[in-house]
Every structure is written in structure tokens, then in C-alpha cells.
């Protein structure tokens, strides 16, 4: 292997001219390209076209009939009435088409965002609106200083982690619905059980009955697909088409059927199960979100709801932006994603849709992925998907009172065991035990503190993971002899952070057998100042008996510590060979000695 | 340069023949040479001697001396009687005499730890009994567990921060006993100050007149030596070691003057200063520490009273232990300090006194100081110090009750002027002024919002700096022509934590332009999931254009890769040369093509 290696840090590698910093970013600012970057509609919209349209709709009908279920259903698991799960599904969706950069991403209510709000809206429904606003304000401000990279240090373990607690903590709450059991559903996977099972014996037979024939119904319609072949008729492949869509419509059909078996019922008298019951439809009250509410007849201002969210409340922004761009990579393909606007995106759903009374909304898997697969085109597809569910909140909100809540549960139980990722933790024990720890941290403290505690706890002891790491760096020892001298090169790779400050000193005590000890600094990026004064101290301990050659220091490692410790500068050698300054220091001896 | 490179982990370099791990753990615990290191005391003893009972006593005294007037002064800033400062100063020594392990180590109450304690104590004194109880069991089981490692993540610069911030925030405190103003005195340094400008008009004269003298005589002692040389007679030599012992026992010289004043101006019916009042002497109430207490009238339980101390309540012990072992550090030379010993020394000695009536207690560095100063030969100096101070606490308090207040605000102001380190700014500015931020951090959180929460903050910062540092790893990039092929090799070094991830994968995009994209891992040490996912995913996209060969991959991260996407054997490759395997690349399309 021949030329030059040439190591450099890697923000010199793009090549780029060294403009002034100012400039750079003014230019960046005012070019109308960036411009439309952030606003991609005017991107795709002048190529927009019939063919693109009649697809759009296609996949938006689609996508829309599932989002009317799964908007009504994940109001409930919020404890927001269910018309703001609807409202949701639409508003968000609009502002999306605007300004949101991946044709796929379908924004509206998910179960996890959901999950997290319950909690607060256990107080009052205004926390879902204000919920909404807050979120967004936070994810633009995010977007807006640019501090997406903050999310790389949620590893996908402490994500996979989450996402598992939150199905589980998400289906236990459903027990209750798909039993219909008396009792609260409880707030974290284990109240939702010790609730479940503290109240089995009120178990109501025929709802469970069509809940469990609801779940069985949707994973016999999921498996169910018509083998078309090369040599298929025309008719047969028209009638696999055709069942392609009635598959991917699944949701809607399984409560179509079910609300008409309970309507039919309902008409001779009888209401075995439990609906979901009046919706107020038409449409919402638009205005600004509430910065004030009534809990048990005491107004709170906006601080003190302020407080009600506290610390944990920040949990729903991360939450909603990590779903977000996780999927939209996830359905981008070979194109790179553009993760400030995608949180420009998300934010101003939030933020605007806040003003229609919508609970916090950010991309769904579910939803995507439906319209990934019924071949959207542009985000158009959102505004489609976004009319068919506004004409059922107009429309349809009487045929919504028929809607049996343990079909409501079991489509959402079904929804959430897709969400659990088993592989994971096979390759987790085989590759990296460590890892697995956080995960199953994360996992555990999800379950039973809640959900908010999981991804926290999971991320410190990601960080305390790292960090044990890098504190542990990497290190090669190289013995030799020049002359009679034992002479021994310690090569020192990567950053030394400060939590390494203890660990380098003992390693150079280790050392203490020999005659010369080089430390050998090319690979040697950063020090920290508690680690460059512990390699001091332990230099000026050891030079009595020990002779230190400093090799190859990066000039700001070597100002570091001649700042920390002057007088330091005649140990420092540079040069490809150290062999010939270990010589000079038997030369140098000499000259003192005689 | 000559020689084989090993490229080893670090704990393989021990050189320890591989034992089974229980063997290694159950010889460690059943040897008494361990047993004896667990009780240094066992150690020390039996060589003791007249000789060194002579420089134990004399530097017990001297310490003692001081520990009078800085534990009144330190009880006065945690607000609990001052008793109890001098219970302090009494039985946690004692107990160290049995476990410590650095002999210079003075335990007692301390300034930052009575600062942090304060705010409970404005509740029920009974929190500081609990404090230290509590406190003692948190350090106890941080030493037994052996988690002294976590100590590291606390870095130079927040120490330095949170340091600074105690000490502003204590003399801040002290200037209401300086100048006897009316109002509280705060609890944090800004709110000392508002409180001390709001009532600056209350001033008093002869309390101002007196603490400025007692500053200004401290300073001057301070820095006044008498000077020897080598010619100088035997009877100046005297003298000058006599004044040596008179200005280190200055804190107690000066209590001792101002008391004398205060107490003949009372005999001609004059108290123009506000004096220290009645003491509770003779022996503390042996006992278990109080877990219920009662605050305005209401009993407060153990949970109640756990949490009062909250989250926050942490910071005591963490400080404790980062004081102690950072004093031991400190005086102990060129031996290395053994963290766990240490934890389970001031872990006794905390849990131990507070059946004594004591507030938590820690490593003193002026007392430390002055006991190495003093020539102390053993932990013994500390029983010799714990009865000077017990005599004075069952014989004295009479003549206590004419300290004036002033006067001990005065010794803490100056006792905190030492503590702030101006040094480091400018070493930070010089050399990383993103170390400087979060110095800066913790100091400004520290003083406006609450000690505690400084640490906190800088911890933090501290960590996202490194992580950052860690997320953009260290690569060199090579270009180089095998026949007509551009080529380039990509070296990445260090372990690629998750926080790389997203990094990683924009900086294989850049190379898209090459043909064949070599990466190097022979200086890779760990790979995330995360990462690898990413990789994967890049190369896949990429391979369609490019040819990737996996060069010298470590079997552990080949496996990994391996394990995430089956069927990616064939791009590894080792050996010495890459030239050949680029070749071998021409020979297989070759074959391939026809």
C-alpha cells in the first residue's frame, strides 16, 4: 500500500473553501434554494401532475380508513374525547403536506405520544392542547438551533427498548377494554395488570367474545394473500389487486363489520357490548390552546400546568420527533434525510394544529407504512387522507355510537404486538451483553415506573456505557532496547476524555519497571485538563528513576501542558525515529557526569 | 523503530495468569492482608512509638486548636447548635483513626457540606442527624460495591466550578454576621446578596470595626514568617518555630483575643457585638438519629423526611466523597490512594457519629493541611485533636458564649478566599474554552440556582462535551491507484459509540466518487448496534456502484456484522497488503464476464 496517509480531522475532509464563517451562513440564508428546502411543497407541487393525483388519492383513501379507527382509538387510550383523535388525523396531516420533506411520513395521533398523555389528561383535556403546543414550540426551537444531533445519544437499544415497553404498557391498558372489566386501566403496564387481574371475575362474555374474534379476524386478514403468478389470468390478478386493498383496509372493515353487527343488535333491543357513544362531530373550535384550566373546581394558570408536565413533559417532544425520523428513514431508501426539516415539520404540525383542538401528533408506523405501500407519491396524499376523515367527523359521528370498544382494543393490541422487536435482544446477547442491559433496563423501568422513566433511565446508563469506554482507551505497548536502556513506547489512540484521567495514571505506573518510557501521541486527538495534570503528576513522580521522551505531540496537546506545568518543554521529541533520541540522551549524561 | 506492536486491551496487560473470576474474588476476600488493609489501624499500631505519640500529640493540638472556631463557625452556617459542629469535630475523627487509610486526613464538618445541609436544617435540626446517617450508608455502599469509578465522570473543571460556587455562596452568607445586618441570610449566594443590599442601612459599627480587624489580622498572621538561615543562632531558630505553631493556630488565637475583648467589655456592662451565646456542652445524646421529626407541629415520618431530602440530597455524599478522596489524593505523595478504602472510612465514620449527634462530616482541606503541616505521623493525631476539642465542649462553653459572631464570620470569609481557583480560568481560556464553558456553568447555576444543581448541570455538560467529542471519531483517509482504479482506505480508530452512528454514516456517503472503498479496522476497538446497523445500510445502498472491502475487521465486530445481515462474509478480507485483494477483485469479474 503506497502514498501519503494523511489524518485529519473530518469537518477538513468535505473540501470545502475556507470562507468566513459569516458569510457561509449568510449565503446559506438568503439563497432562495435553502429557501424551498423549507418549504418543499414548492418543490414537488409545480411538477405535480393527474397521474400523480389519481395515485395520491388512492393511497390517501387508504391510509384514511385506517386512521379513523386508530384516530378514535388512541383518543381513548389519551382520555381525550373522541373527536380530537379525528381532528388529529386531519389537522397535523394539512400542515405536513406543507412543509414536510418525506412523501411517505403520514402525521397524526399515535398510540405511544397517546400513552404519554394520559397521564395528564387525567386532569383536564386542556393538557392535550397545550400538550400540543408546548411539543411543538420544543421541536422547532430544537429544529430551528439546529440541535438534532442531541438525538444520536438515544441508541437504538434505549429506542428498541422503549418502543417494547410502550406496546406492552399499551396493550395491558387495553385489557380492560377488550374484557370490559371494571376498574381504572391503570397507567403503566404493571398497574394495568394488577388492575386486570384484580378484577377478572367482572369479565363481560360477549365482549370478550368479539374482541378475541376481532384479533383472530385481523391477523387471518393480514396473512391472507392471493398468489399471483406470471401466468395469473388478468381476472385473477385484478381480483388480487382488489384484495390487496381490502387487506391493507383491514381496520376500517373489521369495525365496519363490527359496528353494523352492533347497530343490528341495537335495533332489537339488545347492546351486549360496550360502545364508544356519542361523538360531538362537526367541526372543532378553532382558537389558541388553553394556558389556563379548571381541575376539581380550581383554576390553574399556565404555570402551574406548567408544573403539572414538569420535567417529564419533554419526554413527548423527544418521543414524537425520535418516531418521526426513525420512520421517515426507515421509508426513505437510498435518499438522506433531512433531519432539521423534518423537525421544522413536526414542530409547526404540532404547534398550528394546537389551534384546532388536536392532541400532539408526529408520524405514525402503522399509517407510513400503509402509504408506502398503496404508492403515494407526494405528501398530496396527507390532504386525501386528511378529507376522508374530516367528512366522517362531519358526517358519520352517529354511525361512530355503534363503534364497540373491545373492537376498538383489539385493533390496537394487534397494532402494538407489531411494535415489539424480539429480534433485537438475540442479537444483543450474542454481539454485546452490555447493551443488552440497557435495553432491558429500559425496557423494565418502562413497565413499571413508566414510560417517560424508561427511555431516561435507559439513556444515562447509555451514556455511563460509553463512557465507561472511552474511559477504558485504547492503548498499544511497544518493548524494545536501544543500547542496554529497556525502553518501552506507550502508544496512546482517540480522545482522552477526563473520565480516563484515573485510568491513564495507573496505566503509566504500570510502566514503572522500565528505563524509558516514550509516550507516543500521534493518534492523540484531545486531552482534557484533569487528565493532562494527573500525566504530569505522575511524570514528575516517576523522572527520578525514570527517563520520559514525550513523542510527537500535537502542537495544542504540548501548549496544554507546558501551560499546566512550565519547564516541561525539554522532554517533548519529534521526529519518525525515537531511537536516535534515546541515544542522545546517553550523550547527554555523558556530558554531565565527566 | 523496532520491535512487534501488540495492540492489547488494557486489562489484559496485567499480566495476571488467567484465573477462574471466583477464585481470584474468593482469594481476595479470605486473605487478612486484605482484612488488615479493610482496618489500616491494624497496621499502623503495633509499630507505634514515644516518638511518634510526641509529633501525633503536638499536631493533634494544633489542629484541635483550629477545629474549635471552625466547628462553631461551620454548626452556625448549616444553622444546627453549635454543638453539634463540635460533636463533629469529635467522633467522625475517631472513627477514622480505626478505617482511614492516609494519615494527613482531618475529618469534620466542612464549609461546602454545611452550606449544602443548611437548607434541610431550616425544616427540623433532626435532618442533619439523618444527613449524616443517610450519607454515611450512601458512601458505605458506594465503597462496598466498588463504584468509586462513577467518581470519575465528575470532572476537574466542575469540581473547581462547584468549589468556587460554595465558596462565593458562603461568604456570601457570612456577610450578615460580618456586618450584623438584619434579614436572613439566604440560601444561595444571589439571594445572600439581595438580602444583604436590601438591609446594607441596619449595618452595625463595632460588629463591621471587629470582623474587618479580625480579616485584616488573619491575612497579616498569614503571611508573616520569621526568617532563618542557616547562620542564624540557635535561640532565633526557637523563635521561629514557636511563631510557626502560633500563626497556625491563628483562627484559634484570634477567637481567643476577640473572646477576652468581648468579655471584659461585658465585665463594664458593654456587649457592642452580638456574640455567640449560650452552648449546650458536656457529652451529645447517644442514640439512634431521629427518622421522624417534627416540622410546625406535624410529625413528619421516614418517607416524609426522605423526601424533603429528594434527588437533590444525593449531592451530600457524592461531595463528601469527592472532598475526602481529591484531600487524600492530594496529601498523599507518590502512594496511590485507595478510593474504596477511603469510601469505607468516611462511610463509617458518617454513619457511625450520627448516634452521636453529629451533621455530616467529611475531609477538611485547611484542617488536612495544617495536620501535614503539623509533622502528624499516624491517624492518632485525630484522637489527640477529638480530645482537645471534646475538653473544650464540656469545659469551655461558658467562655464560648462570648465568641463574637463576627468574628467567626470573618475566619470562614477567609477560609473561602482560599478555596477559589482564579488559575483555571485562564488555563481553560488558553487551552479549551469548551471545558471553560462548563466550568462557567456550574459556577452560575451553582451560585444563582443552588449548589447542588451546579454540579448537576456541569456533570451534564461535561458528558454531552465528551460524548460530542467521542460521536465525531478520529479517521484517516488514504487514496491510492491499483491499476485503474481509484481506491481509498478509511482507518477508523477508537470504539464507535452509538453517538457516532449518524456521523459515520454521512462520512461513508463522501466517499461515494472512488471506486473501491477499503475499511481499515485494525485500530477499531468496540462497535455499537447502531453503528453497525448504519454501515451496513450504507454499504448495501452503495454497493451497487462501489466495491467495499471490510479490511482486518476484528472477529468480534465481523461477527456482529455478520449476525445483523447474513451473507456479508464475502467482503471481509485480511492480511498485511490491500493492493492484492483490489487485484484479486479484477481477476473475479473477469472470470464473471466471461
Not at 396493550?171 to 374484557?179: E, R, V
Not at 417532544?317 to 428513514?329: C, D, M
Not at 482522552?496 to 503509566?508: D, F, G, I, T, W
Request: net charge positive; proline share 4%.
Amino acid at each position: 500500500m503506497s502514498g501519503v496517509i494523511c489524518s485529519e480531522h473530518i469537518t477538513s475532509m468535505i473540501g470545502r473553501p475556507r470562507e468566513s464563517r459569516l458569510r457561509r451562513i449568510s449565503k446559506k440564508v438568503c439563497s432562495s434554494e435553502s429557501w424551498r428546502r423549507r418549504l418543499p411543497i414548492t418543490i414537488w407541487l409545480p411538477k405535480y401532475n393527474i397521474d400523480y393525483l389519481i395515485r395520491d388519492i388512492i393511497a390517501g383513501v387508504t391510509v384514511g380508513l385506517t386512521s379513523i379507527p386508530q384516530g378514535i382509538a388512541y383518543a381513548i387510550i389519551a382520555g381525550v374525547p373522541p373527536q380530537v383523535g379525528l381532528y388529529s388525523s386531519i389537522f397535523p396531516g394539512v400542515v405536513y403536506m406543507l412543509f414536510g420533506s418525506c412523501k411517505d411520513v403520514t402525521v397524526g395521533p399515535t398510540a405511544i405520544l397517546a400513552a404519554l398523555l394520559a397521564k395528564y389528561v387525567a386532569y383536564s383535556v386542556d393538557f392535550a392542547y397545550l400538550a400540543a403546543f408546548l411539543s411543538g414550540c420544543c421541536i422547532l426551537l430544537l429544529g430551528v438551533l439546529q440541535l438534532g444531533f442531541l438525538l444520536d445519544f438515544i441508541s437504538k437499544p434505549v429506542i428498541s427498548g422503549f418502543t417494547t415497553a410502550a406496546a406492552l404498557q399499551i396493550a395491558a391498558t387495553q385489557l380492560k377494554g377488550l374484557f370490559r372489566i371494571s376498574g381504572s386501566s391503570g397507567h403503566t403496564f404493571v398497574s394495568a395488570l394488577i388492575n386486570f387481574f384484580s378484577n377478572i371475575t367482572t369479565v363481560q362474555l360477549w365482549d370478550t367474545v368479539l374482541g378475541i374474534a376481532t384479533i383472530i379476524s385481523l391477523l387471518v386478514l393480514k396473512r391472507l394473500v392471493l398468489p399471483v403468478s406470471a401466468t395469473s389470468s388478468h381476472c385473477r390478478v385484478v381480483t388480487a389487486r382488489i384484495w390487496q386493498y381490502f387487506v391493507r383496509a383491514r381496520n376500517a372493515l373489521v369495525v365496519f363489520a363490527c359496528t353494523i353487527l352492533a347497530y343490528i343488535l341495537h335495533l332489537y333491543g339488545r347492546t351486549p357490548f360496550a360502545l364508544t357513544g356519542k361523538i360531538h362531530g362537526g367541526l372543532p373550535h378553532f382558537g389558541p390552546p388553553p394556558f389556563s384550566t379548571r381541575v376539581a373546581n380550581e383554576t390553574i394558570g399556565f404555570e402551574g400546568m406548567l408544573s403539572v408536565f414538569g420535567a417529564e413533559g419533554f419526554v413527548m417532544p423527544l418521543v414524537a420527533i425520535l418516531e418521526s425520523i426513525a420512520i421517515a428513514k426507515a421509508f426513505a431508501g437510498s435518499t438522506s434525510v433531512d433531519g432539521s426539516q423534518e423537525m421544522l415539520a413536526i414542530g409547526f404540525c404540532n404547534m398550528l394544529s394546537s389551534f384546532c383542538q388536536c392532541m400532539p401528533s408526529t408520524g405514525s408506523f402503522t399509517r407510513t407504512a400503509l402509504n408506502h405501500a398503496s404508492g403515494v407519491v407526494t405528501p398530496a396524499g396527507s390532504l386525501f387522507k386528511a378529507s376522508l376523515v374530516l367528512l366522517s367527523v362531519t358526517l358519520l359521528t352517529d354511525a361512530f355510537y355503534f363503534i364497540p370498544r373491545s373492537t376498538l382494543a383489539a385493533i390496537i393490541m394487534v397494532a402494538m404486538s407489531s411494535l415489539i422487536d424480539l429480534k433485537i435482544i438475540k442479537q444483543l446477547w450474542r454481539n454485546c451483553k452490555l447493551q443488552l442491559m440497557v435495553y432491558t433496563s429500559t425496557v423494565v423501568v418502562g413497565v413499571s415506573a413508566g414510560l417517560e422513566y424508561g427511555i431516561v433511565a435507559g439513556a444515562v446508563l447509555d451514556v455511563i456505557r460509553a463512557m465507561y469506554i472511552v474511559a477504558r482507551p485504547n492503548v498499544t505497548t511497544h518493548t524494545f532496547k536501544v543500547g542496554n536502556r529497556d525502553c518501552v513506547c506507550i502508544a496512546i489512540v482517540g480522545p482522552l476524555s477526563y473520565a480516563s484521567a484515573e485510568h491513564v495514571s495507573r496505566m503509566l505506573r504500570r510502566h514503572a519497571r522500565t528505563n524509558v518510557i516514550v509516550l507516543d501521541a500521534r493518534h492523540l486527538t484531545t486531552v482534557d485538563i484533569g487528565v493532562a495534570e494527573n500525566v504530569i503528576s505522575v511524570i514528575l513522580e516517576l523522572e527520578s528513576n525514570h527517563t520520559f521522551l514525550l513523542w510527537n505531540f500535537p502542537d495544542k496537546i504540548r501548549a496544554l501542558l507546558e501551560d499546566l506545568h512550565t519547564g516541561f518543554g525539554s522532554r517533548f521529541v519529534t521526529g519518525p525515529s525515537i531511537d536516535q533520541h534515546i541515544l542522545g540522551l546517553d550523550i547527554e549524561r555523558r556530558d554531565h557526569v565527566y
